[in-house]
């Protein structure tokens, strides 16, 4: 599947965030494996051609991150035959507030609960919450020791948008096997480039719809902050120590288990 840049974005009619995590420079020489991990924005809106995209790059298994409620909501992923499906629900904290608050229409509401830094306030303790609720914290890990399973390469994973669950499992994959900080910071806010045109319609419908006086207050949702990320990497070290501690007595994942994700990324 030919690559749409060299940051392994892959071009797909339904899709927007789709890229290959393969490229990213390794300490030592080297990058990370193309043509083993995908990750991307949800499936619901492929075409038939993306359809046969996706069975040509021969993925086995998609991880799905979203919630019941976000898959009844916005339908089934799209996906070849015989591709094994592994739903690994993550909330992010309450999405319910986000749904209640826009569909009140009430912009004193909306404003009180949004505007002056509060929802990228409300953003940094979700992704905190991806490391320190211990269920959360376990989806992610069993998503890990998927992808170290050879037996289930090449594989794809997604949330919705593709960029705050799916950020942080694609952060996690690449600090696990040495990609620099800032490599990993470059990939985390790429999506906001994939996702600018979208994010531009979704905002535009919003205030077309008369749902807000004042759109522009979902952007911190829309968009990602640097911030984001730092809060999950900053709670893995407060309460475990290190990132290294993180992944084995957060994450529970055993040196035969990180020795095997290393060999399937690299």
Not at 50 to 57: G, I, S, T, Y
Not at 84 to 96: A, D, E, K, Q, Y
Not at 241 to 261: E, N, P, V
């Amino acid at each position: 599947m030919l690559l749409e840049d060299s940051h392994g974005h892959l071009p797909f009619d339904g899709a927007d965030n789709v890229r290959d995590l393969g490229g990213h420079p390794l300490p030592g020489g080297g990058a990370t494996a193309s043509g083993r991990v995908l990750r991307a924005d949800a499936l619901t809106r492929l075409s038939d051609a993306d359809v046969r995209r996706l069975a040509e790059f021969g993925v086995r298994t998609v991880i799905d991150f979203r919630t019941p409620m976000e898959v009844d909501t916005n339908g089934r992923d799209r996906l070849p035959d015989g591709v094994r499906t592994v739903h690994l629900p993550v909330g992010g904290g309450n999405l319910s507030v986000f749904y209640d608050v826009i569909g009140s229409g009430d912009a004193v509401r909306q404003r009180e609960a949004f505007g002056d830094g509060r929802l990228e306030g409300l953003m940094i303790d979700i992704n905190r919450t991806f490391v320190r609720d211990e269920a959360e914290r376990g989806r992610f890990a069993d998503a890990v020791r998927l992808v170290a399973d050879a037996g289930s390469g090449p594989l794809l994973f997604h949330c919705t948008a593709g960029k705050d669950r799916t950020g942080w499992l694609a952060a996690v994959l690449l600090a696990a096997v040495g990609v620099e900080r800032a490599t990993i910071m470059d990939d985390f806010l790429r999506s906001n480039h994939y996702l600018r045109r979208t994010t531009g319609k979704i905002l535009e419908a919003i205030g077309e719809m008369g749902q807000m006086a004042e759109p522009e207050l979902l952007r911190p949702l829309l968009e990602q902050r640097p911030a984001y990320l730092e809060a999950a990497f900053n709670e893995a070290d407060a309460l475990f120590g290190s990132f290294d501690d993180f992944l084995r007595d957060g994450m529970g994942l055993d040196a035969a288990t990180l020795d095997a994700l290393r060999a399937a990324l690299t």
